[in-house]
């Protein structure tokens, strides 16, 4: 039976510059995350299938005893059990991970791999703005540290829309047919779907406004001006106070804002923000708060936390990759095996990569 030479698909080989360089991103990312006090913790590359109960694309394994398990297809619920399980009489905590993650990924929402490596952090049992911001500061200073510089942070708040939404009065299946369009921007489609339900036209004018209120601090300062449903006021406050904060760090110039920003709005209670690099066309990192996702493992547990996808990073960094093959410092060769050997050894104890020819 010939044997194929080809890598499952979504799955890639790393070659010698590009996996060392790849290693240092990851080294560079670690360092920062312990500066701020996020130590290092590790979980099982299979977890069983319930604890991804919701999660699209797993990859599904029986074991010898029949029951199902999975592929962790992201870390963030392995921690969550974790935190409830483990950690939840040591309150609060500050995590950090780096992981292979895989999952079936939709080519058409950058899932151009289905195996790729993220390096992340959780800050469990903590609320607020000052720790949100903090979360999101630890990650630009982890990308910069990693040697990223043309990066954008664009940030939200899922309460702005759903106090929107909540104030339409629009029934589940419409207000998830309005989130689809507006992660569309299609505001013609938008327009015919509000038009079948009684709305105030100012509410009904901002939701059709969603897709397109995104900029700097202005477009935050202009909308606190609107009338607007109390959940929604709070999540600008809110983002006002995040943006503050980010200043203290000297990060305000990353940031952007994007009103109508609604990602996955049942796993996320309040900020969240992804980062775009240039040349990448999917977010290289991104994260939230999330206060209710630890109680599906029976704790209450508040927390924020932030993941950076590092394959898309380093392929927005490719361009300071040497893609020469490395090589050994040293290359000795002789006669006198036990000279060459001696010699070598006492070169390595220095730090060189020495080739011995016998």
């Given at each position: 039976m010939k044997?194929?030479?080809?890598?499952i698909?979504?799955?890639?080989?790393?070659l010698f510059a590009?996996?060392q360089?790849?290693?240092?991103?990851?080294?560079?990312?670690m360092?920062c995350?312990?500066?701020?006090?996020y130590?290092?913790?590790e979980t099982p590359?299979?977890?069983?299938?319930?604890?991804?109960?919701?999660?699209e694309?797993?990859?599904?394994?029986?074991d010898?005893?029949?029951?199902v398990?999975s592929l962790r297809?992201?870390?963030?619920m392995?921690i969550a059990?974790?935190?409830?399980?483990?950690?939840?009489?040591?309150l609060p905590?500050?995590a950090?991970?780096l992981?292979?993650?895989?999952?079936?990924?939709?080519?058409?929402k950058?899932?151009?791999q289905n195996?790729f490596?993220?390096?992340?952090i959780?800050l469990?049992?903590?609320?607020?703005?000052?720790?949100?911001?903090?979360v999101i500061?630890l990650?630009?200073n982890?990308?910069?540290?990693?040697?990223?510089?043309?990066f954008m942070v664009?940030?939200?708040?899922v309460?702005?829309?759903?106090?929107?939404?909540?104030?339409s009065h629009?029934s589940?299946?419409?207000?998830?047919?309005?989130?689809?369009?507006?992660?569309?921007?299609?505001?013609?489609s938008?327009e015919?779907?509000?038009e079948t339900?009684?709305l105030?036209?100012?509410?009904k004018?901002i939701?059709?406004?969603?897709?397109t209120?995104f900029?700097g601090?202005?477009?935050?300062?202009?909308?606190?001006?609107s009338?607007?449903?109390e959940?929604s006021?709070?999540?600008?406050?809110?983002?006002y106070e995040i943006?503050t904060?980010?200043s203290y760090?000297g990060?305000?110039n990353y940031?952007?804002f994007d009103l109508?920003?609604?990602?996955?709005?049942?796993y996320y209670?309040g900020?969240i923000?992804k980062?775009?690099h240039q040349g990448?066309?999917?977010?290289?990192?991104?994260?939230?708060r999330y206060?209710?996702?630890?109680?599906?493992?029976?704790?209450?547990?508040?927390?924020?936390?932030?993941?950076?996808?590092?394959n898309?990073?380093t392929?927005?960094m490719?361009?300071?990759?040497?893609?020469?093959?490395?090589?050994?410092d040293?290359?000795?060769?002789?006669d006198?095996?036990?000279a060459?050997i001696e010699?070598?050894?006492e070169?390595r104890k220095?730090g060189?990569s020495?080739i011995?020819?016998?």
């Amino acid at each position: 039976m010939k044997k194929t030479a080809l890598t499952i698909e979504g799955t890639n080989d790393i070659l010698f510059a590009e996996c060392q360089f790849k290693h240092r991103v990851e080294e560079n990312i670690m360092k920062c995350f312990q500066s701020y006090g996020y130590f290092q913790l590790e979980t099982p590359l299979m977890e069983h299938d319930s604890v991804f109960c919701e999660a699209e694309g797993l990859y599904r394994l029986v074991d010898r005893n029949g029951a199902v398990v999975s592929l962790r297809p992201d870390m963030t619920m392995p921690i969550a059990r974790v935190a409830a399980t483990k950690l939840y009489d040591e309150l609060p905590v500050r995590a950090s991970y780096l992981g292979n993650v895989y999952r079936f990924s939709d080519p058409t929402k950058g899932g151009r791999q289905n195996e790729f490596t993220q390096a992340g952090i959780e800050l469990l049992g903590e609320t607020g703005t000052f720790y949100d911001a903090e979360v999101i500061a630890l990650t630009v200073n982890a990308l910069l540290d990693a040697g990223a510089t043309d990066f954008m942070v664009e940030l939200g708040n899922v309460n702005f829309v759903r106090g929107l939404l909540s104030e339409s009065h629009l029934s589940e299946e419409m207000q998830e047919e309005i989130n689809d369009l507006m992660v569309k921007k299609d505001i013609l489609s938008m327009e015919e779907v509000l038009e079948t339900v009684t709305l105030e036209k100012e509410i009904k004018d901002i939701i059709l406004k969603l897709p397109t209120l995104f900029g700097g601090k202005e477009v935050l300062e202009a909308m606190m001006q609107s009338v607007l449903p109390e959940q929604s006021k709070q999540a600008l406050n809110e983002l006002y106070e995040i943006y503050t904060y980010l200043s203290y760090y000297g990060y305000e110039n990353y940031i952007t804002f994007d009103l109508g920003m609604n990602k996955n709005m049942d796993y996320y209670t309040g900020m969240i923000f992804k980062i775009f690099h240039q040349g990448v066309g999917f977010p290289v990192a991104g994260g939230g708060r999330y206060d209710k996702l630890i109680s599906r493992f029976g704790k209450e547990i508040p927390a924020t936390g932030s993941a950076i996808y590092i394959n898309r990073l380093t392929d927005g960094m490719s361009h300071v990759i040497s893609h020469a093959a490395p090589k050994a410092d040293e290359l000795l060769s002789g006669d006198d095996k036990k000279a060459l050997i001696e010699k070598a050894n006492e070169l390595r104890k220095a730090g060189k990569s020495v080739i011995v020819n016998g």
